[in-house]
């Protein structure tokens, strides 16, 4: 699959010169032209191009600026060996930031890990943020649920056929219902499983396939990531506005995760749920997520 025709710059930017032995590089796209900033970021073993529904909408707005990025372990980033956390992820992206002389007014968007890194990133640097949107993600520990730790028990250890790894990730991904539907915009596809199926693997072939190593060190992140309830009204006391998005068909991330966030941050946080949606909303419902962002930014 090709770049998207938003596409204006790619390319490393070294981070971690004064927090490791050796700086690793991040793997970073810029799209758009806009005068306002907008920074996603980017979940667990899922490169930066799953954002391509946000990333074209919003560069072809004209208003945004747009930067994606593969976190370290995954794409086109470096994977050093280690455990890693989402506080150390949130340090990368904030060197990515400081390269581009971003130091102000960035909307930071984040899913899942990548909004555990979004958290991390607004409680050490709020004034830095003109917006935070938290998507299918958890300021508390992440307790998987069964259906997913069987589920990727499976494609790790028992599944050897990439079809059916495929079908596995997808369904623990998407709910059923909406797999079994047709795309009421990419009409080309007979079932949004067929569209799925078509995303996840240009995501695949357009990047790099991830290291064990790199699995492993993001997933002790999330298994190890804690946002206290004292660090959330602290985000909270900042004045910046905060944007809340779950699912009630999350297998990943439980949605009481979200109702938690907002129980903490009340009044300073918006509530947005997708009845029916599972992990992806961005991908599964572009459309309404498109224009739950822009109308947070403004």
């Known amino acids: 699959m090709k770049h998207l025709s938003t596409l204006r710059e790619q390319g490393h930017v070294e981070v971690g010169h004064l927090r490791q032995s050796k700086p690793i590089k991040l793997y970073y796209e810029m799209h758009g032209n806009g ?43 470096d994977a050093p060996i280690g455990f890693y956390s989402t506080s150390q992820m949130a340090m990368d992206a904030f060197e990515l930031l400081d390269h581009f002389n971003w130091k102000d007014s960035v909307h930071l968007v984040g899913i899942s890990m990548g909004g555990m890194i979004s958290l991390e990133m607004a409680d050490a640097e709020p004034t830095r943020f003109r917006t935070l949107t938290l998507t299918s993600t958890t300021a508390r520990r992440n307790l998987p649920t069964w259906t997913a730790i069987s589920t990727l028990s499976k494609i790790a250890l028992f599944y050897r056929d990439p079809k059916d790894q495929l079908k596995a990730a997808i369904d623990l991904i998407y709910p059923q219902d909406w797999l079994d539907k047709k795309p009421l915009v990419r009409t080309e596809f007979a ?43 602290h985000i909270k006391s900042s004045g910046l506005p905060i944007l809340i998005v779950t699912g009630t068909f999350d297998n990943l991330v439980r949605t009481e995760y979200s109702y938690h966030m907002k129980k903490i941050l009340e009044d300073a946080a918006r509530f947005e749920l997708f009845e029916g949606s599972g992990h992806a909303i961005p991908e599964e419902q572009p459309e309404r997520y498109n224009h739950l962002l822009v109308d947070h930014f403004k």
């Open 35 to 77: 005068p306002e900033r907008v920074l996603l970021v980017m979940g667990l073993s899922t490169p930066c191009s799953a954002w391509d529904n946000q990333t074209k909408f919003l560069a072809e707005t004209g208003q945004y600026t747009v930067i994606v990025f593969d976190n370290r372990g995954m794409g086109f980033s």
């Open 191 to 233: 079932t949004n499983r067929d569209l799925a199926t078509y995303g996840l693997i240009g995501h695949i072939l357009r990047s790099r396939r991830q290291p064990l190593h790199g699995n492993i060190g993001q997933t002790i992140a999330c298994l190890r990531h804690y946002v206290s309830d004292k660090r959330l009204i």
